[in-house]
């Protein structure tokens, strides 16, 4: 598609329940990120793929932040056993290329509640 | 350790009347940089972007934004702000090497006011 696409728009858990998110990149965009958007304004890096393979995992919490992106199917971040400072909303966004340089497409977000 | 500082946290200004968002970075050389819009409940949308070159950068919207190298800044303006415009605004850096993820600001909500 033409758009980085999310889904859902809002998820809301339980404290310690499991919490699924999904973005479909850009079609031919082989660059995918994950971004984690707290308190409103902070931005913070978590992940980012080439193609399916993890290219940087620096930003994620090693425990209970899991993600993948498989081939044809959408990319998933995976939080176990969610905690009240996980709600946030998480950021999807797609590039062509490995550098900064490359633009980064943003999908529209989705916004995790967790009470 | 790179970082963006966005001193203005909140600006409000009246349509028709110019704007500034002011950007600090902190990093080893020099970042690409960039201006990113997001309305509310929006994802972002990028602005504008300088990678080398001519230090005055236009984008869309009619933004426009000046990285000056001895400020470490890339103040985003615009000459005369639209009811539209009202947003918060991001200032980000991206490394010429390496990683490839952004650093981002932590954002300046513009207000503007009839």
Redesign the interface.
């Known amino acids: 598609g033409e758009e980085v696409a999310q889904t859902p728009k809002h998820l809301v858990r339980g404290e310690g329940q499991k919490a699924k998110l999904y973005c479909a990149p850009i079609k031919g965009h082989s660059y995918v990120f994950w971004y984690q958007q707290v308190l409103k304004n902070e931005f913070k890096f978590l992940i980012s793929f080439q193609n399916e393979n993890v290219f940087d995992e620096t930003g994620m919490p090693k425990e209970r932040f899991s993600a993948k992106c498989l081939p044809n199917s959408p990319c998933s971040l995976e939080i176990q056993a969610t905690k009240l400072e996980d709600s946030a909303v998480y950021f999807c966004a797609s590039s062509t290329g490995r550098i900064a340089i490359n633009e980064q497409f943003f999908g529209p977000g989705t916004r995790l509640t967790v009470l | 350790a790179q970082s963006v500082t966005q001193p203005d946290i909140h600006i409000t200004v009246s349509e028709g009347a110019s704007l500034e968002l002011r950007c600090n970075y902190s990093y080893g050389a020099t970042?690409?940089l960039f201006w990113?819009v997001q309305s509310p409940?929006?994802?972002?949308?990028?602005l504008l972007?300088y990678?080398s070159g001519d230090t005055l950068v236009q984008g869309i919207k009619g933004f426009e934004a000046e990285f000056k190298r001895s400020q470490s800044s890339f103040n985003l303006r615009k000459p005369s702000v639209h009811w539209s415009d009202a947003a918060?605004y991001?200032c980000?850096?991206?490394?010429?090497?390496?990683?490839?993820?952004?650093?981002?600001g932590?954002?300046t909500r513009l207000t503007v006011i009839p």
Do not use: D
């Open positions: 970042p690409y990113y409940g929006q994802g972002l949308q990028l972007k990678f918060e991001f980000a850096v991206g490394a010429r090497t390496g990683a490839n993820n952004l650093f981002f932590t954002g």
